[in-house]
């Protein structure tokens, strides 16, 4: 049986455990830097705020992970998987919305 970091290497490609504990940590990085992040947003603009402008707030924290992810992953020497990482996520959001365009 093997063990979930020789799964992830699997599936991500990677060759050592060492990636993909990088891997994981700039994950966990970057998640809880764009939740600090966002949750400064809300405290400048204030937490009564409306719908459309809270999902504004949200929509600059997804397009902010997105930038930090590449950051991240490039200073700690993973650029490579994160790039394409982003690449194959971007391409199921653009997947997604042509469905819906056919439907």
Same mark, same amino acid.
Do not use: H
């Given at each position: ?5 020789? *799964?992830? /290497?699997?599936?991500? +490609?990677?060759?050592?455990?060492? =990636?993909?504990?990088?891997?994981? !940590?700039?994950? @966990?990085?970057? +998640?809880?830097?764009? @939740? /600090?992040?966002?949750? !400064? ?7 009564? #705020?409306?719908?459309? %402008? *809270?999902?504004?707030?949200?929509? !600059?924290? !997804?397009?902010?992970? =997105?930038?930090?992810? #590449?950051? &991240?992953? @490039? #200073?700690? +020497? ?8 982003? /690449?194959?996520? &971007?391409?199921?959001?653009?997947? #997604?919305? /042509? *469905?819906? =365009? *056919? %439907?």
């Amino acid at each position: 049986m093997s063990s979930w970091v020789e *799964k992830l /290497k699997t599936r991500w +490609g990677v060759t050592t455990g060492w =990636q993909v504990f990088v891997i994981l !940590l700039v994950f @966990a990085i970057t +998640g809880s830097s764009t @939740a /600090k992040v966002t949750d !400064l947003m809300f405290d400048y603009t204030g937490r009564d #705020i409306s719908a459309l %402008e *809270k999902t504004g707030v949200y929509f !600059l924290g !997804l397009l902010l992970y =997105q930038v930090l992810l #590449i950051l &991240f992953g @490039a #200073i700690f +020497g993973q650029f490579t998987f994160f790039w394409n990482f982003e /690449k194959r996520m &971007f391409g199921r959001i653009v997947g #997604i919305f /042509k *469905k819906r =365009q *056919k %439907e």
